[in-house]
């Protein structure tokens, strides 16, 4: 059965072409969500309809992402750790640490979009590619500080 793709679909092709799928996979799989249409004279007409308004919805994603990058790369987060002897860090910051901060910050971003190459686990500052989209990536700052004592007096 000839489709003519609606969406990008893994695997098998982008939006607007002309794909020849089994009759069960188009049935059960592509035109219930809405991926597809049967391949027609009056739906190869349509396509480009199709094509043009991806585009665009692509484009106002883009652009919405970049200025959230914008945000993003204005602010900087805190994250306080606990440090023993010499400044040694218990624990590490981890990427889901950092999604945190920045919900807390009101940005709501998936933990597996802040791409840290491995835990900080040392005091500093540092750089952290957050991606937004995939031709959008932020650099956020990351301020690792130890967590400030309670007084003793507060303590007894």
Known sequence: MKVILKEDVEKLGKCGEVKE????????????????????????????????????????????????????EQISCTAEVLVGEEDKVFGSVTAADIAKLLMDKGFVVDKRAVMLEEPLKALGVYTVPVKIHPEV????????????????????
């Open 21 to 72: 799928v089994k009759e069960g996979f188009a049935r059960n799989f592509l035109l219930p969500r809405n991926l597809a249409v049967p391949a027609n004279t009056s739906s190869l007409s349509s396509i480009e309809e199709i094509k043009r308004q991806k585009t665009s919805r692509e484009q106002k994603l883009q652009k919405e992402s970049e200025k959230l990058r914008d945000k993003l």
């Open 137 to 156: 990536t932020a650099n956020l700052k990351v301020w690792v500080v130890k967590q400030a004592k309670k007084e003793e007096s507060e303590i007894l």
